[in-house]
């Protein structure tokens, strides 16, 4: 059983940055750790994702190049570094585990309580 706890989000300018961060429990040392979003009035999708193990990152095309996808394994912690914030970015950001052995597509197993981030001027 992993366990998943967010930080707190908040509200940044437009250009701004901000850095989220998701504490896990539990043994996640095959896992695939993912960031996703849900904006409003919109589906749950896909920002960015990284295998604990291999430290290899994977992000969505609208966030290429402005968020990056980290871990700290002494802390158990997943991070998402978002630089150049726009409205558009504006959602409830929730982090994701999966353990990639077991998994076969589809959705993460285990995710976090969600965290809302504004991007307003």
């Known amino acids: 059983q992993v366990q998943l706890v967010e930080s707190v989000g908040g509200s940044v300018r437009p250009g701004g940055s901000l850095r989220l961060s998701c504490a896990a429990s539990?043994?996640?040392?095959?896992?695939?750790m993912g960031w996703f979003r849900q904006t409003p009035g919109g589906d749950r999708e896909f920002v960015a994702t990284?295998?604990?193990?291999?430290?290899?990152?994977a992000y969505a095309e609208s966030v290429q190049g402005r968020f990056t996808i980290t871990t700290d394994s002494a802390k158990n912690t997943l991070y998402l570094q978002m630089n150049r914030k726009k409205p558009q970015d504006t959602a409830v950001y929730y982090c994701?585990?999966?353990?990639?052995?077991?998994?076969?597509?589809?959705?993460?197993?285990?995710w976090g309580q969600g965290t809302r981030v504004t991007v307003s001027s």
């Open positions: 990284i295998g604990w193990s291999s430290g290899t990152p």
């Open positions: 994701a585990a999966q353990d990639a052995i077991t998994w076969s597509g589809g959705e993460y197993s285990y």
């Open positions: 539990g043994r996640i040392d095959s896992y695939l």
